[in-house]
């Protein structure tokens, strides 16, 4: 079965630290795979993308200098290490790729910013 698997989310005090998963299975991840948050009553938004190999990231200007994305292709595995948290971060984060042409998405891991 084709899947992705968000994990790592949590509750977090603002200025903390979280680093999110992103796992594949059924599908080697070789391709471009991208970070996606949506808060609540907000459309989806781009956060990060790494390119197949990881040599080309690129990122939001809200979390630029915050954010980073990595990947290991042994482990089939995208990284979103998350540092100096806020409260505005507080969303469900979504990994999406693709195989054979279709888009997939993870169901998302929630990460909570608050005291």
């Known amino acids: 079965q084709v899947q992705l698997v968000e994990s790592g989310g949590g509750l977090v005090q603002p200025g903390g630290s979280l680093r999110l998963s992103c796992v594949a299975s059924?599908?080697?991840?070789?391709?471009?795979v991208s970070w996606y948050r949506q808060a609540p009553g907000k459309e989806r938004e781009l956060v990060a993308i790494?390119?197949?190999?990881?040599?080309?990231?690129n990122y939001a200007d809200s979390v630029k200098g915050r954010f980073t994305i990595s990947r290991d292709n042994i482990k089939n595995t995208v990284y979103l290490q998350m540092n100096s948290l806020k409260p505005e971060d507080t969303a469900v984060y979504y990994c999406?790729?693709?195989?054979?042409?279709?888009?997939?998405w993870g169901p998302g891991t929630q990460v909570t910013v608050s005291s």
């Open positions: 059924g599908f080697t991840l070789s391709i471009a």
């Open positions: 790494i390119s197949s190999i990881g040599t080309t990231t």
């Open positions: 999406r790729s693709y195989y054979l042409g279709q888009i997939y």
